[in-house]
């Protein structure tokens, strides 16, 4: 199979990329910017392709350039600390994007379109102990949940009025290597095992009460990819998680397990975890396990305690 994965130098794109080469997949990954680092060290059936997918020309000349079966849209403008300032632009990459690429699959009959959603979608499900199931309906409240909301509308709308196969896969709160740890979007694992592989005590006014469905990298991947080569997708919405919220304070007990001696300290509070979202329960439902046999694999103490050993085997991302 030949698969196109957007954003592929992204944090779950590149992922995906390396999950897919390992299978032994033909990979078209594209990109806006330069190519990063972690792009040479890849081997196999791989080409790298810049592209604006705002483009509808753009798009159409990397499709007659490329053999491709299947995509992987993960590429996004990707949380509203990004997108508030800058709303048109985020229109195009998150909506006018997702379009030019479901017409083209629908052009040149892909069999498989996979939307990369999120669990921000559901701005208003406030209670955090309370599972959001494949077919609440979405509520969104600020651009970045709006713009996927309608990426996701289009995918729908592709499936049920086109009869491409797409379909749509929420993510949540995904952490893994690399580390990336610049913003607080990002949540308080990087940030937690960051400080305390470096030796410097957490010690935070705040924070401790925030809860979410915090996922592996390698599971995201993998449930993606899942869903792209899956005989047939039943549903147009499937979410990819653990079904299960962690609290920061957990994750500080994790990371404490990971790394001996780590000192983290948390207040009451859910800041600074909530300045460009809100709390929501955790994404769940059984439709992907049902469709494609895939179900997460990591635990949190388990997917820490991977991530922690990873960092330490590359010493100089703690600069």
Not at 3 to 17: F, N, Q, S, W
Not at 24 to 38: I, M
Not at 141 to 159: H, P, Q
Not at 165 to 171: D, F, K, Q
Request: glycine share 8%.
């Amino acid at each position: 199979m030949a698969l196109l994965v957007t954003g592929a130098m992204g944090h779950v794109g590149l992922e995906v990329v390396r999950q897919a080469l390992a299978a032994g997949l033909s990979v078209v990954a594209q990109y806006r910017t330069a190519a990063p680092p972690e792009a040479s060290g890849l081997a196999g059936d791989l080409a790298w392709v810049p592209c604006d997918l705002s483009d509808r020309r753009a798009v159409t000349a990397l499709c007659a350039a490329h053999r491709i079966d299947a995509c992987i849209h993960s590429a996004a403008i990707s949380n509203e600390k990004y997108a508030r300032p800058q709303p048109l632009a985020t229109v195009d990459s998150n909506v006018g994007a997702t379009a030019n690429l479901l017409e083209a699959a629908r052009r040149d009959s892909w069999r498989r379109f996979v939307f990369v959603s999120t669990g921000s979608v559901f701005q208003n499900s406030t209670d955090v102990s309370r599972p959001v199931l494949e077919d609440a309906t979405p509520c969104v409240t600020n651009i970045y949940s709006t713009t996927k909301y309608c990426g996701e509308l289009l995918t729908r709308m592709y499936r049920t009025q086109l009869d491409l196969s797409a379909a749509v896969v929420r993510i949540s709160w995904v952490y893994g290597p690399p580390l990336v740890t610049d913003d607080p979007p990002r949540g308080p694992v990087p940030a937690f095992l960051k400080a305390a592989l470096a030796g410097r005590p957490i010690r935070l006014p705040g924070g401790g009460d925030f809860a979410a469905s915090f996922t592996f990298v390698t599971d995201v991947a993998a449930g993606l990819i899942a869903a792209a080569r899956a005989g047939t997708l039943a549903h147009d919405v499937y979410h990819l998680g653990s079904g299960e919220n962690y609290t920061a304070r957990r994750v500080a007990e994790a990371v404490r397990a990971a790394v001996p001696g780590a000192v983290i300290e948390l207040g009451p509070g859910t800041e600074p975890w909530t300045l460009h979202t809100r709390m929501r329960g955790p994404l769940a439902g059984e439709r992907l396990a049902q469709d494609t046999g895939y179900r997460v694999g990591h635990s949190l103490e388990a997917g820490i305690r991977a991530f922690a050993d990873w960092i330490r085997a590359h010493p100089e991302t703690l600069q």
